[in-house]
């Protein structure tokens, strides 16, 4: 029995994949050979750190073999059992969806009614009457990606696109840019050559709503965790501030403040008086970059509109911090070389998903300035990014339009929309319910702070309302807001017809009309650098996030699946049905799309198509004589900007606001939304729309915080991976369902009957969740902590807005944009009650249900 | 370690330009240690990537097209 | 040549990598040395954690990734009937799937609990160090170079918490971190010689936090804290940091400590307190003298 040794990159990290026979016998790390390069090293502080000869990818990259057998695979094509292609698009039994079960169909009568239907649809209403949507990072490589084959689809066929929110990183996009420009990062910084800045410099690191450990760099893995363990050796004090003391924080803090969730931009205020009251800030350097300091000052200190001062008693009273413990973070903060920031890109974190988010996002980049941002051992810099690599290699990550088989070079003619009516993704059921839905803004925004503000109405003048929805890759029944509006929306005779293409059968699958069974991309050829997300584009060089740089071939290591089939296969078929089927894969099968990735890159310069091939990865060397230019080191020293990804205004030393410099009364505000109460000129900590102010606190008194999971990416592996359900942190599997854990204060929990292990109801107006107590120090005393992104959705009633035992907090969180003018998303303001539950537990129907005997064939 | 006046940004991005050989190039990268192009022929992008040393005299012959 | 494992808590991050890998090799397939391990039920390397403190001021986790030791003289080994336990030569303790069939005292007689039972096939289960794979020649041929072959659980661990190497060899990267770090063998194996060794499990600890009189809303770095064990004899001493913190690691469990909490200008402050349990104090509100 010879093993076949093939690569792939999955969103956990690069694996090396064991086949026997056409079997996946086992995932493992890549284990560098003697033949790849040295990796770097770092001296620091009398030491030389370089890193393992291993790639670290994530736990859940060690479960792709059990995710592509998974029990909940989408097998077949499948037709919903009580659908009726109706020639007006009415009477379809709308209705029940989410609660019928499904036949099973052939590719030829499932892909020959979506043709019709798309035909149908778009010559009743016109083009933009169809619309499609993706999850993020169904799959990982540059073939599959969405910006890719989906987008090549769907542009040639003319449709409604689903403009998605800067879900990840919400406060920093419409928040960032208006202090310290950073627009085309998406309001992050850059953390060019701040690990080698760290190791050599800096004495305390501010871990704000950061957990590293969890968030694993984005999709790096463990790339990073060394990095902190070495900081940590070296003396390094670790400040994590966050309402849960994550799991990097309860390994590794030396000091954990809880503030009430949504309350830390409180926090930076009273940081920021202390250090005005003693003097402790770089005055030379706020007097050379700082905008209208002394209007802020006044206001910090109580000379503002308000008269409020921002003192650590006040700040105490909001965080439920000691104020003698603020004073002690200000001087500690200070009076050391200190780098922090919230997040793994310094600018995520789930503050930033409060709706005071953008305010924080603001504050804590002041708070930053104050302290000379950009000296060394000084920055935004969260010890997930900045290892030393090569820039002068070009190869394209997903968001590079470059790097995308939609567009040139790599397809010979790109594919343009012909439709210019756009939804917003975190309303699209109001849109749908309503048949009228504004907005400001461009989703991500990375192309200039304008975008921000254009002005968006669905239906567009002159357009049709959308009548057919695909939907492709896992589900948001866990990821969006107040998600049981997705409910409503599904079963809305609105939507004439639904198709849902994914690998498992999760949570929004069981609303389409008809599903179409995807591969995981070790069924199919692929092309991938590891956590590159784009050179040139949003969080240019995250590859930083690694310690080693790798390309990967992503060879087919198994044939798809059951009749599931390749993204690119579904696509390119359905074209061909359409008669474009030519025109769409340009005679390119999607290895020869791989080649042209290597071709059209630095790759084909470093290794041979036949030699990348054969190994299955390259290992990009760092330069033994690399120069080092540190993040924001420009700024502050105020010379021409020389790190990568920059702007040319950045090689006047300015930065990418209006001024040039970090406003601390945001002129960029001033000029376009000088009224804005969620977002004011001058930024400010400001009461929750739901929060402990709010006269719904009376009913519903604690606060959900739904932080980016530990235990899954996105909604993908929880579902499908059943090894993840005996992580006692994760899940407990009681009478047939995994139970999400909730955390719990101690003090609550007695106050509330509730036991560790107890299952719990977790409720407010919208809606209710089970989930299993974990009783718990680790939560603030008004906290409740569970995870978000639960890709298990499994109401008591299916196809109803009714309780939920899979977990799925989001049908709590509110569907309200962070403000008026700012359309973030806020479901870390979340209210909400908590009590044991007395009742008889439901039934676990989730496996009966979900697999229909028909997908189980 | 200031650096005088970057020759990336004297191209723009996504601009045309064209050299002594009579070659017309597409800047698709223009950033300190990467600026590349694509040659372009017929409208199109061919060939691989040309990968441009700032200092060479390659940079310096190229003439901005429309 | 005995090749062991080091299992480093301190540097366990609780990533769950080790724990995937076992189960990505083992559930579902029958090797040289085991039966296939269920899907479910079994976890042949276990994370074990557990919350230390009992307040929010001050909490930490504790992770003890707990595997079978592969012990000099097994328990298991004892109890088997018919040979159904054996040791290999290097020491790797290992089941016979076969022999072993309806021998449920095999896994009762484990003293860290990583002997499962498996219900349908009615024998006993455990790690087998992954030994089928470290003797087979053709297992990452392809990488040339047999060192870079270790057990699942250790490739995959992205944070030096499992070390692997040969136990005999004292310059060995595995010797010399047993040599350098706390050797905290598991409940029920201190007195047995074992191929996998514990370092770093934490006993309990003891903290709190400094501050001037309540009113000034101040820490008060700098005092200190001197802890006394009358039982036996054993004094600790430490000062409170930027953050009025103080803590003391590695206190022996189960004892009466007495503290003493001093700093110039105030009056001293007295507890006692029992290492049953990681505590925190107090927030110790100094009075001025």
Same mark, same amino acid.
């Given at each position: 029995?010879?093993?076949?040794?093939?690569?792939?990159?999955?969103?956990?990290?690069?694996?090396?994949?064991?086949?026997?026979?056409?079997?996946?016998?086992?995932?493992?790390?890549?284990?560098?050979?003697?033949?790849?390069?040295?990796?770097?090293?770092?001296?620091?502080?009398?030491?030389?750190?370089?890193?393992?000869?291993?790639?670290?990818?994530?736990?859940?990259?060690?479960?792709?073999?059990?995710?592509?057998?998974?029990?909940?695979?989408?097998?077949?094509?499948?037709?919903?059992?009580?659908?009726?292609?109706?020639?007006?698009?009415?009477?379809?039994?709308?209705?029940?969806?989410?609660?019928?079960?499904?036949?099973?169909?052939?590719?030829?009568?499932?892909?020959?009614?979506?043709?019709?239907?798309?035909?149908?649809?778009?010559?009743?209403?016109?083009?933009?009457?169809?619309?499609?949507?993706?999850?993020?990072?169904?799959?990982?490589?540059?073939?599959?990606?969405?910006?890719?084959?989906?987008?090549?689809?769907?542009?040639?066929?003319?449709?409604?696109?689903?403009?998605?929110?800067?879900?990840?990183?919400?406060?920093?996009?419409?928040?960032?840019?208006?202090?310290?420009?950073?627009?085309?990062?998406?309001?992050?910084?850059?953390?060019?050559?701040?690990?080698?800045?760290?190791?050599?410099?800096?004495?305390?690191?501010?871990?704000?709503?950061?957990?590293?450990?969890?968030?694993?760099?984005?999709?790096?893995?463990?790339?990073?965790?060394?990095?902190?363990?070495?900081?940590?050796?070296?003396?390094?004090?670790?400040?994590?501030?966050?309402?849960?003391?994550?799991?990097?924080?309860?390994?590794?803090?030396?000091?954990?403040?809880?503030?009430?969730?949504?309350?830390?931009?409180?926090?930076?205020?009273?940081?920021?008086?202390?250090?005005? /009251?003693?003097? /402790?800030?770089?005055?030379?350097?706020?007097?050379?970059?700082?905008?209208?300091?002394?209007?802020?000052?006044?206001?910090?200190?109580?000379?503002?509109?308000?008269?409020?001062?921002?003192?650590?008693?006040?700040?105490?009273?909001?965080?439920?911090?000691?104020?003698?413990?603020?004073?002690?973070?200000?001087?500690?903060?200070?009076?050391?070389?200190?780098?922090?920031?919230?997040?793994?890109?310094?600018?995520?974190?789930?503050?930033?998903?409060?709706?005071?988010?953008?305010?924080?996002?603001?504050?804590?980049?002041?708070?930053?300035?104050?302290?000379?941002?950009?000296?060394?051992?000084?920055?935004?810099?969260?010890?997930?990014?900045?290892?030393?690599?090569?820039?002068?290699?070009?190869?394209?990550?997903?968001?590079?339009?470059?790097?995308?088989?939609?567009?040139?070079?790599?397809?010979?003619?790109?594919?343009?929309?012909?439709?210019?009516?756009?939804?917003?993704?975190?309303?699209?059921?109001?849109?749908?319910?309503?048949?009228?839905?504004?907005?400001?803004?461009?989703?991500?925004?990375?192309?200039?702070?304008?975008?921000?503000?254009?002005?968006?109405?669905?239906?567009?003048?002159?357009?049709?309302?959308?009548?057919?929805?695909?939907?492709?890759?896992?589900?948001?029944?866990?990821?969006?807001?107040?998600?049981?509006?997705?409910?409503?929306?599904?079963?809305?005779?609105?939507?004439?017809?639904?198709?849902?293409?994914?690998?498992?059968?999760?949570?929004?699958?069981?609303?389409?009309?008809?599903?179409?069974?995807?591969?995981?991309?070790?069924?199919?050829?692929?092309?991938?650098?590891?956590?590159?997300?784009?050179?040139?584009?949003?969080?240019?060089?995250?590859?930083?996030?690694?310690?080693?740089?790798?390309?990967?071939?992503?060879?087919?290591?198994?044939?798809?699946?059951?009749?599931?089939?390749?993204?690119?296969?579904?696509?390119?078929?359905?074209?061909?049905?359409?008669?474009?089927?030519?025109?769409?894969?340009?005679?390119?099968?999607?290895?020869?799309?791989?080649?042209?990735?290597?071709?059209?890159?630095?790759?084909?310069?470093?290794?041979?198509?036949?030699?990348?091939?054969?190994?299955?990865?390259?290992?990009?060397?760092?330069?033994?004589?690399?120069?080092?230019?540190?993040?924001?080191?420009?700024?502050?020293?105020?010379?021409?900007?020389?790190?990568?990804?920059?702007?040319?205004?950045?090689?006047?030393?300015?930065?990418?606001?209006?001024?040039?410099?970090?406003?601390?009364?945001?002129?960029?505000?001033?000029?376009?939304?000088?009224?804005?109460?969620?977002? /004011?000129?001058?930024?400010?900590?400001?009461?929750?729309?739901?929060?402990?102010?709010?006269?719904?606190?009376?009913?519903?008194?604690?606060?959900?915080?739904?932080?980016?999971?530990?235990?899954?990416?996105?909604?993908?592996?929880?579902?499908?991976?059943?090894?993840?359900?005996?992580?006692?942190?994760?899940?407990?599997?009681?009478?047939?369902?995994?139970?999400?854990?909730?955390?719990?204060?101690?003090?609550?929990?007695?106050?509330?009957?509730?036991?560790?292990?107890?299952?719990?109801?977790?409720?407010?107006?919208?809606?209710?969740?089970?989930?299993?107590?974990?009783?718990?120090?680790?939560?603030?005393?008004?906290?409740?902590?569970?995870?978000?992104?639960?890709?298990?959705?499994?109401?008591?009633?299916?196809?109803?807005?009714?309780?939920?035992?899979?977990?799925?907090?989001?049908?709590?969180?509110?569907?309200?944009?962070?403000?008026?003018?700012?359309?973030?998303?806020?479901?870390?303001?979340?209210?909400?009650?908590?009590?044991?539950?007395?009742?008889?537990?439901?039934?676990?129907?989730?496996?009966?249900?979900?697999?229909?005997?028909?997908?189980?064939? | 370690?200031?650096?005088?006046?970057?020759?990336?940004?004297?191209?723009?991005?996504?601009?045309?330009?064209?050299?002594?050989?009579?070659?017309?190039?597409?800047?698709?990268?223009?950033?300190?240690?990467?600026?590349?192009?694509?040659?372009?022929?017929?409208?199109?992008?061919?060939?691989?990537?040309?990968?441009?040393?700032?200092?060479?005299?390659?940079?310096?012959?190229?003439?901005?097209?429309? | 040549?005995?090749?062991?494992?080091?299992?480093?808590?301190?540097?366990?991050?609780?990533?769950?990598?080790?724990?995937?890998?076992?189960?990505?090799?083992?559930?579902?397939?029958?090797?040289?040395?085991?039966?296939?391990?269920?899907?479910?039920?079994?976890?042949?390397?276990?994370?074990?954690?557990?919350?230390?403190?009992?307040?929010?001021?001050?909490?930490?986790?504790?992770?003890?990734?707990?595997?079978?030791?592969?012990?000099?003289?097994?328990?298991?080994?004892?109890?088997?009937?018919?040979?159904?336990?054996?040791?290999?030569?290097?020491?790797?303790?290992?089941?016979?799937?076969?022999?072993?069939?309806?021998?449920?005292?095999?896994?009762?007689?484990?003293?860290?609990?990583?002997?499962?039972?498996?219900?349908?096939?009615?024998?006993?289960?455990?790690?087998?160090?992954?030994?089928?794979?470290?003797?087979?020649?053709?297992?990452?041929?392809?990488?040339?170079?047999?060192?870079?072959?270790?057990?699942?659980?250790?490739?995959?661990?992205?944070?030096?918490?499992?070390?692997?190497?040969?136990?005999?060899?004292?310059?060995?990267?595995?010797?010399?971190?047993?040599?350098?770090?706390?050797?905290?063998?598991?409940?029920?194996?201190?007195?047995?010689?074992?191929?996998?060794?514990?370092?770093?499990?934490?006993?309990?600890?003891?903290?709190?936090?400094?501050?001037?009189?309540?009113?000034?809303?101040?820490?008060?770095?700098?005092?200190?804290?001197?802890?006394?064990?009358?039982?036996?004899?054993?004094?600790?001493?430490?000062?409170?940091?930027?953050?009025?913190?103080?803590?003391?690691?590695?206190?022996?469990?189960?004892?009466?400590?007495?503290?003493?909490?001093?700093?110039?200008?105030?009056?001293?402050?007295?507890?006692?307190?029992?290492?049953?349990?990681?505590?925190?104090?107090?927030?110790?509100?100094?009075?001025?003298?």
């Amino acid at each position: 029995m010879a093993e076949k040794i093939t690569h792939s990159i999955c969103v956990g990290g690069p694996i090396a994949i064991h086949t026997v026979d056409g079997v996946i016998r086992r995932i493992r790390p890549v284990v560098l050979d003697n033949n790849d390069p040295k990796g770097w090293t770092i001296k620091a502080r009398g030491e030389e750190f370089t890193p393992t000869r291993k790639l670290q990818p994530g736990f859940i990259a060690m479960t792709e073999k059990n995710r592509a057998y998974s029990y909940d695979r989408i097998r077949y094509p499948m037709i919903r059992e009580d659908f009726v292609e109706t020639p007006d698009g009415q009477n379809r039994n709308t209705e029940m969806r989410g609660k019928s079960g499904y036949r099973r169909a052939s590719w030829d009568e499932a892909l020959d009614l979506i043709v019709r239907e798309i035909k149908r649809i778009q010559g009743m209403y016109g083009k933009e009457s169809v619309t499609a949507m993706t999850s993020s990072h169904h799959s990982w490589g540059n073939v599959g990606y969405k910006l890719s084959t989906f987008a090549r689809f769907f542009r040639m066929l003319g449709y409604t696109e689903v403009k998605d929110n800067p879900d990840s990183w919400e406060g920093f996009t419409w928040g960032g840019p208006h202090t310290y420009g950073y627009y085309w990062r998406l309001g992050g910084t850059e953390a060019f050559d701040l690990l080698e800045d760290a190791l050599q410099n800096v004495e305390t690191m501010i871990m704000w709503s950061h957990d590293p450990d969890t968030t694993r760099g984005g999709y790096a893995g463990n790339e990073s965790t060394m990095w902190r363990h070495w900081l940590n050796d070296l003396g390094v004090q670790f400040i994590y501030i966050d309402p849960f003391n994550n799991f990097s924080s309860v390994k590794q803090a030396d000091k954990w403040l809880a503030p009430r969730p949504g309350t830390d931009a409180a926090l930076c205020e009273a940081i920021a008086y202390v250090w005005l /009251t003693e003097g /402790t800030y770089d005055k030379e350097y706020i007097a050379k970059h700082g905008h209208r300091f002394d209007e802020w000052c006044d206001f910090i200190l109580g000379n503002g509109a308000d008269r409020l001062a921002k003192t650590p008693k006040w700040c105490e009273a909001e965080t439920g911090i000691p104020a003698a413990d603020i004073k002690a973070m200000a001087r500690r903060w200070a009076s050391t070389k200190t780098m922090g920031g919230s997040g793994m890109r310094g600018g995520f974190g789930g503050v930033c998903r409060t709706a005071n988010g953008t305010e924080f996002a603001r504050t804590m980049m002041l708070l930053f300035a104050m302290q000379g941002m950009g000296k060394p051992g000084q920055n935004v810099w969260s010890g997930s990014t900045g290892a030393p690599m090569d820039y002068d290699f070009w190869f394209g990550g997903y968001s590079d339009p470059l790097a995308q088989i939609a567009n040139e070079p790599i397809a010979d003619k790109t594919a343009v929309n012909s439709v210019t009516q756009k939804l917003y993704r975190t309303n699209l059921p109001e849109a749908i319910l309503n048949g009228h839905y504004e907005w400001y803004g461009e989703g991500f925004c990375g192309g200039g702070i304008d975008l921000e503000f254009t002005e968006h109405i669905y239906p567009e003048p002159g357009c049709s309302k959308v009548h057919m929805f695909w939907r492709y890759g896992g589900t948001f029944m866990g990821t969006m807001l107040d998600t049981n509006k997705w409910v409503k929306m599904y079963q809305s005779s609105e939507l004439e017809f639904v198709v849902n293409q994914d690998i498992h059968f999760h949570g929004e699958a069981r609303f389409a009309d008809v599903v179409l069974p995807a591969c995981t991309n070790l069924e199919r050829y692929d092309i991938g650098e590891l956590c590159n997300s784009g050179n040139g584009g949003y969080q240019s060089h995250s590859q930083t996030g690694n310690s080693w740089q790798i390309v990967v071939f992503q060879d087919k290591a198994i044939e798809p699946l059951w009749e599931s089939r390749s993204d690119y296969w579904i696509f390119a078929e359905t074209a061909k049905r359409l008669g474009w089927g030519e025109e769409f894969t340009e005679g390119r099968t999607e290895l020869d799309w791989c080649k042209r990735f290597w071709e059209k890159s630095d790759l084909c310069d470093r290794i041979s198509w036949e030699d990348f091939t054969k190994k299955g990865y390259y290992i990009v060397p760092v330069p033994e004589d690399r120069i080092r230019r540190p993040g924001f080191c420009w700024f502050a020293e105020g010379y021409a900007c020389d790190t990568p990804n920059h702007k040319p205004f950045q090689e006047e030393g300015k930065l990418g606001t209006f001024t040039g410099k970090f406003e601390f009364v945001s002129e960029s505000l001033l000029y376009w939304a000088p009224h804005d109460e969620a977002r /004011t000129p001058i930024a400010s900590y400001k009461r929750s729309w739901e929060g402990h102010h709010s006269i719904k606190a009376r009913k519903y008194p604690f606060h959900l915080i739904s932080p980016h999971p530990r235990f899954d990416y996105h909604t993908q592996h929880n579902s499908s991976t059943p090894w993840f359900w005996e992580i006692p942190e994760n899940r407990e599997y009681i009478n047939g369902n995994p139970y999400l854990v909730a955390r719990v204060h101690p003090e609550k929990a007695a106050e509330k009957g509730i036991k560790d292990g107890d299952i719990i109801e977790l409720f407010n107006e919208r809606g209710s969740v089970l989930c299993v107590a974990r009783v718990t120090y680790r939560v603030e005393v008004n906290t409740i902590h569970a995870y978000g992104s639960s890709g298990v959705y499994n109401p008591v009633v299916p196809g109803e807005m009714s309780q939920d035992i899979g977990g799925c907090v989001n049908v709590l969180t509110p569907g309200r944009l962070m403000g008026d003018m700012v359309p973030g998303m806020a479901p870390n303001s979340t209210l909400m009650d908590v009590r044991k539950h007395e009742d008889c537990l439901p039934l676990g129907q989730m496996f009966e249900y979900k697999l229909d005997k028909v997908a189980r064939g | 370690m200031a650096n005088t006046i970057m020759i990336q940004h004297m191209f723009k991005k996504d601009g045309f330009y064209k050299a002594p050989d009579g070659k017309v190039y597409k800047i698709v990268v223009s950033e300190i240690w990467n600026l590349r192009a694509f040659e372009i022929q017929n409208g199109k992008m061919t060939g691989p990537m040309v990968k441009i040393h700032p200092e060479s005299d390659l940079a310096k012959s190229l003439v901005e097209v429309e | 040549m005995r090749l062991g494992i080091a299992v480093d808590s301190r540097m366990c991050m609780a990533c769950y990598c080790c724990f995937m890998a076992c189960k990505d090799e083992h559930c579902g397939h029958d090797s040289a040395l085991s039966a296939a391990q269920p899907m479910m039920g079994q976890k042949w390397i276990d994370v074990r954690e557990w919350e230390r403190g009992d307040s929010s001021r001050r909490v930490k986790t504790a992770s003890v990734p707990t595997l079978c030791a592969h012990c000099k003289d097994p328990a298991c080994m004892k109890a088997a009937k018919d040979g159904a336990v054996y040791k290999r030569e290097g020491g790797v303790v290992i089941i016979d799937p076969e022999k072993s069939k309806g021998q449920k005292q095999i896994a009762d007689a484990c003293p860290i609990g990583v002997v499962y039972w498996n219900e349908e096939l009615e024998i006993p289960q455990k790690c087998t160090m992954c030994a089928e794979l470290l003797e087979d020649p053709e297992y990452l041929s392809y990488l040339g170079d047999r060192s870079l072959v270790k057990p699942r659980c250790v490739e995959a661990c992205p944070n030096k918490a499992l070390i692997f190497g040969d136990l005999d060899d004292p310059n060995s990267e595995i010797s010399k971190l047993i040599a350098s770090e706390k050797n905290t063998p598991l409940p029920g194996l201190e007195d047995e010689k074992t191929l996998v060794k514990w370092l770093n499990v934490p006993t309990v600890y003891l903290a709190g936090t400094v501050y001037q009189p309540k009113e000034l809303d101040e820490v008060l770095p700098g005092a200190v804290v001197k802890l006394t064990c009358r039982e036996t004899g054993e004094t600790w001493q430490t000062e409170s940091n930027y953050f009025g913190d103080w803590e003391v690691e590695w206190l022996p469990k189960n004892k009466n400590i007495e503290i003493v909490i001093e700093a110039k200008g105030y009056k001293p402050v007295t507890y006692s307190a029992f290492t049953d349990a990681d505590h925190y104090v107090d927030m110790t509100y100094l009075a001025k003298a």
